[in-house]
DNA sequence: CGTAACTTTGATTAGTATCAAAAATGGTGG
DNA sequence: CCACCATTTTTGATACTAATCAAAGTTACG
């Protein structure tokens, strides 16, 4: 825990970019106890129905939350980046109604529950950082909600590419639309409700319209606008623009 | 504004219950500015887009919470009842990503947003009551992705039903798995991601299979164990227990 | 009452799931 | 470096859930 502080400063600039924060923020924040841990692909961080005492900073690597029903079909709900929070609701909430794994091998610093609260509550800016950090996670939920609710197979598995590149650009983790995708489609049917055989379809036939370039696990979003229209992307819900994003990632059209 | 001061009461017991407020977090909250309005169905209290300078404090009535596809389909995101701020999430967020509207004739009260925001900021106890809250409704959001993802049509509706009714009690809305379904068929269709033709065909097998009785809008869940597991439907994610609701609707079985 | 909104039923189709199996890919140890 | 194994991706054939289209009943309401 001790001299490693620095790893907690891209979470800190990103929350900084949320709600200003103040020198003595940034110092409080770096001083929250932790400690730092390498886990690999599919280690479980948290799971459904625990009372977690830590929260999860990802500080390298992917992770996933995830709810399976009664039937055993799994639903990932989320999909996580280095310097994300992973669980930040069980802050306040007791009992954790989900469960988090990494997706690839993933560093993760865990927080005391307790230290993080308490910085939360203390200090406003930190406060609000944090809890916009939820309510941007909340708008993501909504999103999806609508993905899986109302979109046909291809504008799901197009949002979600699109979502991603944005969000990996916005992180710093990617350019130009292009990126490594980290999950099987398994783990991509699994998060926009279709079989992975459907997935595979799909991203056949957006690779066919030249959309999209694949090699791998690798994507390449070939022509942003029409990739944009066909997962019926705006970008409006990842609420960059109140982490002076907006437009980061201009692409070939309005 | 003077004089109906106590019309927020409700969600003031509601807060209370999350994070436990002292008399002059109380009195704060009293004193917040604001102006109530009686709203017909259907009338938009915030469009999707807008920047809105209130957060909509729920007196009385249903609303509810949209996002239009490019294509023209509606999915419902959540469904509120008195008492419940609609769009909290506004404090922070300058920009609406989606839109709400009065399900049935609703009374309102408009809370600036600053106002709001200042008081979560400055009580660490309000600040904590209405995180929280938001916390829930992303949990609910979380359900929504996995019901509509994963579920199957009955499931889908039976777990919507259950939900309503848990949350219904909670409020002290309803008793007995019994009341008043505020939406129409078509409604509920566009909130379970499933058409108004075939909504009525499942309402139809579940009261078919006794589990639920139908007289109108009214519903009865006849038998509250089938019904729970005919919608896979598990509490847990509403942290009722977080307010003290725990076994407040006890059911049938375990 | 008359009219619009909503609910219900029927017939048909489309989209996605399911089942099955073959081809790639990525590690691993010999 | 190669053979082997598990995992993942891809393709094909078929089944089924829920959508669509159409229209008849109901209910609420002015």
């Keep these: 825990m001790r001299g490693d502080g620095s790893r907690l400063e891209p979470m800190i600039r990103r929350l900084d970019r949320l709600a200003p924060l103040r020198q003595a923020d940034r110092e409080t924040l770096l001083a929250l106890p932790h400690h730092i841990r390498a886990c690999p692909a599919s280690q479980y961080l948290v799971r459904d129905g625990d009372e977690p005492d830590q929260c999860c900073l990802l500080l390298s690597g992917f992770a996933y939350r995830h709810k399976v029903t009664g039937e055993g079909a799994r639903q990932i709900i989320s999909i996580h980046m280095a310097s994300e929070f992973v669980d930040l609701q069980n802050i306040f ?76 650009e916005a992180a710093g983790l990617a350019r130009d639309h292009c990126y490594e995708l ?73």
Aim: one cysteine or more; aromatic letters at 6%; proline letters at 4%.
């Design 93 to 168: 909430l007791d009992l954790s109604d989900h469960s988090v794994q990494a997706l690839t091998e993933a560093e993760i610093a865990f927080v005391p529950r307790r230290a993080l609260r308490d910085v939360a509550l203390s200090s406003p800016a930190i406060g609000r950082a944090l809890w916009i950090e939820t309510l941007i996670d909340a708008s993501i939920f909504r999103e999806w909600v609508v993905n899986v609710g109302r979109r046909d197979s291809r504008s799901r598995v197009a949002h979600l590419l699109c979502e991603f590149s944005l969000r990996l």
């Design 182 to 254: 980290p999950m099987t489609q398994e783990q991509l049917a699994d998060t926009v409700g279709l079989t992975p055989v459907h997935v595979n379809r799909v991203l056949r036939q957006l690779g066919e319209e030249g959309l999209i370039e694949r090699d791998r696990r690798s994507i390449r979003i070939v022509d942003w606008s029409r990739m944009r229209n066909a997962g019926d992307f705006n970008e409006r819900y990842l609420h960059h623009q109140l982490a002076g994003l907006a437009g980061a990632s201009p692409g070939q059209a309005p």
